[in-house]
């Protein structure tokens, strides 16, 4: 089993960061992805940035140039640093982790929530 801790959510005026943290423990052999993931009120969860064990990443479009996410494999911690917040960038944000030898569809966070707002 897999634990996730989510951490960074929280309310923001627009135009400003916020940066989020999701740190995983427990039976990790072999971290494959790690993700995060957003649901906005009214609207189903999408993927927001997607990083793999080779270091790849990739961005919905709505955020590209705004978020960056990021990987500390020594503590098993995923990053997602958010800057030049919009109002529907809104969301409980979620990290999901694919480990080797885990569920296909992997772990998810208990969900942080973001808020922009003036």
């Known amino acids: 089993q897999v634990q996730l801790v989510e951490s960074g959510g929280g309310l923001v005026q627009p135009g400003g960061s916020l940066r989020l943290s999701c740190a995983a423990s427990g039976n990790i052999f072999s971290i494959n992805a790690m993700d995060w993931y957003r649901r906005a009120p009214g609207r189903q969860r999408e993927p927001v940035a997607l990083?793999?064990?080779?270091?790849?990443?990739n961005y919905a479009d709505s955020v590209k140039g705004r978020f960056t996410i990021s990987r500390d494999n020594a503590k098993n911690t995923v990053y997602l640093q958010m800057n030049s917040l919009k109002p529907e960038d809104t969301a409980v944000y979620y990290c999901n982790v694919r480990v080797r030898g885990g569920p296909v569809n992997g772990y998810w966070g208990q969900g942080t929530q973001v808020t922009v707002s003036s």
């Open positions: 990083t793999t064990s080779g270091g790849n990443t």
